[in-house]
Protein backbone atom coordinates (compact mmCIF):
# COMPACT_ATOMS: atom_id res chain seq x y z
CA UNK A 1 0.00 0.00 0.00
CA UNK A 2 0.91 3.65 -0.94
CA UNK A 3 0.24 6.81 0.51
CA UNK A 4 -1.51 9.46 -2.07
CA UNK A 5 1.40 12.00 -2.27
CA UNK A 6 -0.48 14.26 -4.31
CA UNK A 7 -3.13 14.32 -1.83
CA UNK A 8 -1.41 14.86 0.61
CA UNK A 9 0.51 17.79 -1.98
CA UNK A 10 -2.59 19.21 -2.36
CA UNK A 11 -4.54 19.12 0.93
CA UNK A 12 -5.12 22.32 2.81
CA UNK A 13 -3.64 21.62 6.69
CA UNK A 14 -5.32 23.45 9.47
CA UNK A 15 -2.64 22.43 11.85
CA UNK A 16 1.01 22.46 11.55
CA UNK A 17 3.65 22.48 14.05
CA UNK A 18 7.71 23.64 13.53
CA UNK A 19 9.68 21.43 15.50
CA UNK A 20 13.49 22.31 15.88
CA UNK A 21 15.54 19.67 14.96
CA UNK A 22 17.60 18.42 18.39
CA UNK A 23 21.07 16.54 18.48
CA UNK A 24 19.56 12.97 19.86
CA UNK A 25 17.60 12.89 16.26
CA UNK A 26 20.52 12.89 14.37
CA UNK A 27 22.11 10.08 13.03
CA UNK A 28 26.50 9.68 11.96
CA UNK A 29 25.75 11.80 9.10
CA UNK A 30 24.35 14.63 10.71
CA UNK A 31 20.73 13.51 8.97
CA UNK A 32 17.37 13.38 11.17
CA UNK A 33 17.54 9.10 11.70
CA UNK A 34 14.28 7.97 9.96
CA UNK A 35 13.17 6.54 13.61
CA UNK A 36 13.75 9.62 15.25
CA UNK A 37 11.41 11.20 12.26
CA UNK A 38 8.11 9.04 13.37
CA UNK A 39 8.80 10.47 16.76
CA UNK A 40 8.56 13.94 15.29
CA UNK A 41 5.19 13.16 13.80
CA UNK A 42 3.62 11.50 17.26
CA UNK A 43 5.09 15.16 18.63
CA UNK A 44 3.24 16.85 15.95
CA UNK A 45 -0.05 14.09 16.61
CA UNK A 46 0.24 15.16 19.97
CA UNK A 47 -0.24 19.11 19.17
CA UNK A 48 -2.90 18.26 16.94
CA UNK A 49 -5.14 16.24 18.90
CA UNK A 50 -4.32 18.29 21.95
CA UNK A 51 -5.14 21.96 19.53
CA UNK A 52 -8.91 20.16 17.96
CA UNK A 53 -9.88 19.31 21.12
CA UNK A 54 -9.85 16.07 20.23
CA UNK A 55 -7.58 14.65 23.51
CA UNK A 56 -10.37 16.18 26.00
CA UNK A 57 -12.74 14.47 23.80
CA UNK A 58 -10.80 11.23 24.19
CA UNK A 59 -10.46 11.94 28.12
CA UNK A 60 -14.40 12.59 28.51
CA UNK A 61 -15.03 9.55 26.50
CA UNK A 62 -12.51 7.21 28.57
CA UNK A 63 -11.50 5.72 25.70
CA UNK A 64 -7.53 4.88 25.12
CA UNK A 65 -6.53 5.83 21.45
CA UNK A 66 -3.67 3.05 20.35
CA UNK A 67 -1.41 3.06 17.16
CA UNK A 68 -2.58 -0.16 15.00
CA UNK A 69 -0.85 0.76 11.61
CA UNK A 70 2.37 3.09 10.42
CA UNK A 71 2.77 3.63 6.93
CA UNK A 72 5.54 6.10 6.49
CA UNK A 73 7.25 7.40 3.01
CA UNK A 74 10.57 8.74 3.34
CA UNK A 75 10.84 11.41 0.45
CA UNK A 76 13.99 13.62 1.42
CA UNK A 77 16.99 13.90 4.07
CA UNK A 78 16.18 16.31 6.62
CA UNK A 79 19.50 17.59 7.76
CA UNK A 80 20.23 19.87 10.98
CA UNK A 81 20.12 23.52 9.80
CA UNK A 82 16.68 23.84 9.81
CA UNK A 83 13.29 23.20 11.79
CA UNK A 84 10.71 20.91 10.48
CA UNK A 85 7.25 21.77 9.81
CA UNK A 86 5.17 18.87 10.15
CA UNK A 87 1.00 19.05 8.87
CA UNK A 88 -1.89 17.03 10.30
CA UNK A 89 -5.21 16.44 9.10
CA UNK A 90 -7.79 13.53 9.24
CA UNK A 91 -7.86 11.33 6.13
CA UNK A 92 -10.77 8.95 7.52
CA UNK A 93 -13.25 8.48 10.62
CA UNK A 94 -13.64 5.14 11.02
CA UNK A 95 -16.56 3.00 13.61
CA UNK A 96 -13.52 3.19 16.23
CA UNK A 97 -11.01 4.23 14.40
CA UNK A 98 -9.27 8.05 12.99
CA UNK A 99 -6.55 7.53 10.60
CA UNK A 100 -3.99 10.30 10.63
CA UNK A 101 -2.42 11.79 7.23
CA UNK A 102 0.84 13.84 7.88
CA UNK A 103 3.26 15.36 5.69
CA UNK A 104 6.75 16.79 7.39
CA UNK A 105 8.90 19.43 4.96
CA UNK A 106 12.39 21.12 5.67
CA UNK A 107 12.60 24.59 3.79
CA UNK A 108 9.54 23.60 2.43
CA UNK A 109 10.85 20.38 0.54
CA UNK A 110 8.31 17.10 1.35
CA UNK A 111 10.52 14.81 3.19
CA UNK A 112 7.97 12.71 5.38
CA UNK A 113 4.68 11.53 4.13
CA UNK A 114 2.34 9.05 6.46
CA UNK A 115 -0.79 8.17 7.16
CA UNK A 116 -0.87 6.84 11.23
CA UNK A 117 -4.43 4.29 12.30
CA UNK A 118 -5.55 4.98 15.79
CA UNK A 119 -8.09 2.41 17.18
CA UNK A 120 -10.34 3.92 20.50
CA UNK A 121 -10.27 1.21 23.08
CA UNK A 122 -12.40 1.06 26.00
CA UNK A 123 -12.16 -1.25 28.96
CA UNK A 124 -13.81 -4.43 26.74
CA UNK A 125 -11.81 -3.59 23.41
CA UNK A 126 -12.56 -1.30 20.65
CA UNK A 127 -15.36 0.81 20.92
CA UNK A 128 -17.22 3.46 18.61
CA UNK A 129 -16.07 6.72 18.75
CA UNK A 130 -18.38 9.08 20.22
CA UNK A 131 -19.90 11.81 18.62
CA UNK A 132 -17.76 14.40 20.76
CA UNK A 133 -14.85 12.82 18.91
CA UNK A 134 -16.29 12.95 15.65
CA UNK A 135 -17.19 16.71 15.81
CA UNK A 136 -13.34 17.44 17.04
CA UNK A 137 -11.99 15.33 14.12
CA UNK A 138 -14.62 16.36 11.39
CA UNK A 139 -13.00 20.08 10.69
CA UNK A 140 -9.76 18.91 9.86
CA UNK A 141 -11.15 16.33 7.37
CA UNK A 142 -9.07 16.04 3.90
CA UNK A 143 -9.86 13.86 0.73
Known sequence: MRIDRALLDSAEFKS????P???ADLDMQWHVNNVRATELLQEARFHFMR?????????????RP????????????????HPIEV??????LGNSSVVFSQKAQ???RNALYAQITLVMLG??????????????ARPHLIG
Open 66 to 81: VVVSKLVEYASEMSVE
Open 16 to 19: SVII
Open 51 to 63: DSGMADAIRQAQR
Open 106 to 108: QCG
Open 21 to 23: VRM
Open 87 to 92: FTAISR
Open 123 to 136: ESGPESLPEAIRQA
